[in-house]
């Protein structure tokens, strides 16, 4: 993997140049970032033709949005794993209400996240994966299903055979604990 | 909920975890959605939660290259010249519609003084200034926005040093029930940059962003086109032009 592909400041850049229509920062983002949210697509969908199909409606997506970016406070790569994720699972549960764009979230008046605020957001997420390490295998997966293959509580309590209120209760320890160790 | 976890969790962090991962439903979820409009901590405790499970993502799904065709339908959908919504902002069509404002008609109806304005500046391309010209530090733009096509719809611009916009109704009013809609439009190979809407009342001011402010500049274009309430859908512009001007130094 290139070392620039995660690069924070490069990526911010590209997405400030899509708000302003250039064309070329499209293509160069597409090139740091398709690779990462197509795996991501696939991941969700399992069917290629559908992650391919999806994969460009996020391209869209990120074009048509790329002014709004800024509000969300969000890391680029953050942006745009969770564009294609959400998109992804909105396709897989096409029956449902889609996913609020994060954009749509932020709340009209709010300054965002602070930058420290975001800093420190961000060194947590480096940790997660230590801090999943430290939850039973089981827990863990069952996180990883909700956020990956968009699995309900129900499906949940059906895969790992447990009602679905211990279900419900055994998920919301895993993330107490996780944002337990998140901020030790 | 009797099983929610309450001793040391705030209520709202389960639930953004929870909506983060898409586990809430229903009347759940309303009522979260609803909470996020209102409540910065519950909105940023969700973004400290999508960042978490993003990271999550990004560190464990392999990257996988997409085929090449992929990126090919992205572009053609986006800049092909049949799937191009703004095709109405062509050049051409945009000067003529420039030329036709030198009209006796347009000039009486706006009331204003128009020196240096109708000059378009004859074919597209190198002889036109570029915009991304450096504007001397204390200078402002202006321009008089004149009706297209009997639009009726008359304004004056103002771009102060520090980028502020104020957009003034000399003639015409809003169209109930529709948006209008300013564009700063800087030449061919660059679409139309949306700067706001226009309110109902005679003056709006705009912000637009540093990075757009900066791309104002002598010879640049002002544009209000007709649009949806609430804005071009697109992000381009869809409907037909109400006004135009070529920006002047004061």
């Known amino acids: 993997m290139r070392a620039d592909m995660t690069d924070h400041s490069h990526l911010e850049e590209l997405i400030a140049r899509i708000a302003l229509r250039d064309r070329a920062a499209f293509s160069a983002l597409y090139r740091a970032t398709s690779a990462k949210l197509f795996g991501i697509c696939l991941r969700v969908l399992v069917d290629r033709a559908k992650a391919e199909e999806a994969l460009q409606e996020v391209f869209l997506k990120i074009w048509n949005r790329a002014d709004r970016y800024r509000v969300t406070g969000h890391s680029p790569m953050t942006w745009l794993i969770t564009v294609a994720r959400n998109h992804s699972i909105d396709r897989l549960r096409a029956e449902g209400p889609p996913t609020l764009d994060l954009d749509d979230v932020a709340p009209m008046a709010a300054p965002g996240p602070s930058p420290e605020a975001s800093a420190i957001a961000a060194g947590e997420a480096r940790r997660i994966g230590a801090c999943l390490d430290e939850l039973p295998e089981a827990r863990a997966n069952a996180v990883r299903g909700a956020y990956l293959d968009g699995q309900s509580y129900k499906d949940l309590a059906e895969l790992h055979g447990v009602p679905l209120n211990t279900m419900k209760t055994w998920l919301r320890r895993s993330l107490l604990s996780l944002k337990e160790c998140l901020s030790r | ?250």
């Not at chain 2, 099983?3 to 979820?29: I, N, V």
């Not at chain 2, 069509?93 to 109708?118: H, K, Y």
């Not at chain 2, 109902?200 to 209000?224: C, H, K, M, N, Y």
């Open chain 2, 1 to 250: 909920m009797t099983d929610r976890p309450e001793d040391q969790m705030p209520d709202f962090e389960s639930l953004a975890a929870e909506y983060a991962l898409g586990l809430l439903d229903g009347q759940e979820r309303s009522a979260f959605e609803a909470m996020l409009r209102r409540d910065l901590a519950a909105a940023s405790a969700l973004a400290d939660w999508q960042a978490r499970f993003a990271a999550m993502a990004e560190a464990e799904v392999e990257a996988v290259a997409p085929p090449a065709r992929i990126e090919t339908a992205i572009e053609a959908a986006l800049f092909s010249e049949a799937g191009r919504p703004a095709s109405i902002w062509d050049r051409v069509a945009f000067w003529r519609g420039v030329s036709a404002l030198s009209s006796a008609v347009a000039v009486a109806a706006i009331g204003f003084a128009l020196l240096p304005l109708v000059n378009p500046p004859g074919p597209v391309g190198p002889t036109t200034p570029p915009p991304d010209a450096a504007i001397p530090p204390g200078t402002i733009l202006m321009t008089h926005l004149l009706p297209v096509e009997g639009s009726g719809l008359g304004l004056a611009l103002f771009r102060q040093p520090n980028g502020t916009l104020q957009v003034r109704r000399v003639a015409g009013g809003p169209t109930p029930g529709r948006a209008q809609q300013v564009w700063l439009v800087l030449g061919d190979d660059t679409p139309p940059i949306s700067l706001g809407l226009l309110g109902d009342e005679p003056q709006t001011t705009l912000d637009p962003a540093p990075e757009i402010s900066a791309r104002f500049g002598v010879g640049a274009a002002v544009a209000i086109s007709d649009e949806p309430a609430g804005g071009s859908p697109t992000g381009a512009p869809t409907g037909p032009i109400l006004a135009v001007g070529e920006l002047v130094a004061l």
